[in-house]
């Protein structure tokens, strides 16, 4: 019925529809096709699941289901070497106040089945009961465990987790440099808005040796300890 009036309005006549239905179905095709070039992907096979599942114990034959309390800090300046010292929530909240920074509590579970394994292994060797501060989004998320239950994901049911995770990983690699090769033979014939214009890439130093072996690059695992902080700015 909305559609109807907003018909007879005209308001299907309008740039801002127009534009809205253009962007949609862009939108729609490019889903389409990444959809195409993932179906090409070969399956993983119960093997290559097994090892990820034996790889990965904390997510699987070890999985817990922490209880966690939050304090959800709005975006604020508080220097890394002030968050440091804190131990506790109540620290935090402390802290806050004197700041005058508004702050919410919230009560949350974790599932290390699903957590970012770089996020987890920090978590998890947190002395007992200590703090950890998670930034999202221009807030800080401080975090303290105040319980825990073993819950394991074994057999079938974990291969099948793991074949999917596999899965996913795949299409998202094929589709990513599908992408890269993509942006890459058109790069002529992009123009960029000066602020989101790609850096050039870094010529290779002369001092390296041709065939020296470099490391890759891992991306820094996020600091869960609130002495590693980041700059709360």
């Known amino acids: 019925m909305l559609a109807q009036e907003a018909r007879k309005e005209k308001?299907?006549?309008?740039?801002?529809?127009?534009?809205?239905?253009?962007?949609y179905r862009e939108t729609l095709l490019a889903q389409l096709y990444q959809r195409k070039l993932a179906s090409k992907i070969a399956p993983p096979t119960k093997q290559q699941?097994?090892?990820?599942?034996?790889?990965?114990?904390?997510?699987f034959a070890e999985r817990k289901v922490?209880?966690?309390?939050?304090?959800?800090?709005?975006?604020?300046?508080?220097?890394?070497?002030?968050?440091?010292?804190l131990k506790t929530l109540g620290e935090v909240k402390t802290l806050l106040d004197e700041?005058?920074?508004?702050?919410?509590?919230?009560?949350?579970?974790?599932?290390t089945l699903t957590a970012d394994p770089r996020l987890l292994t920090g978590i998890l060797a947190l002395p007992d009961g200590e703090i950890f501060v998670i930034p999202q989004g221009g807030?800080?998320?401080f975090n303290q465990i105040t319980g825990s239950r073993s819950v394991p994901l074994t057999g079938d049911v974990a291969v099948?987790?793991?074949?999917?995770?596999?899965?996913?990983?795949r299409a998202g690699e094929t589709v990513g440099?599908?992408?890269?090769?993509?942006?890459?033979?058109?790069?002529?014939?992009?123009?960029?808005?000066?602020?989101?214009?790609?850096?050039?890439?870094?010529?290779?130093?002369?001092a390296a040796s041709p065939s020296a072996p470099t490391a890759s690059a891992q991306p820094a695992a996020p600091a869960p300890a609130v002495g590693g902080a980041p700059d709360a700015k």
């Open 99 to 111: 700041e005058g920074v508004p702050y919410q509590q919230n009560a949350a579970v974790f599932d």
């Open 160 to 169: 099948s987790y793991a074949q999917n995770v596999l899965r996913q990983q």
């Open 11 to 23: 308001l299907d006549k309008g740039a801002d529809y127009t534009l809205q239905v253009d962007r």
């Open 66 to 85: 922490l209880v966690v309390d939050q304090v959800i800090a709005a975006p604020n300046k508080i220097t890394p070497d002030r968050l440091r010292p």
């Open 49 to 59: 699941a097994q090892d990820y599942v034996s790889a990965n114990p904390t997510r």
């Open 177 to 206: 440099k599908q992408i890269e090769g993509m942006r890459k033979a058109a790069e002529s014939k992009i123009t960029y808005n000066p602020a989101f214009k790609p850096a050039p890439p870094k010529a290779p130093s002369k």
């Open 139 to 141: 807030r800080l998320l």
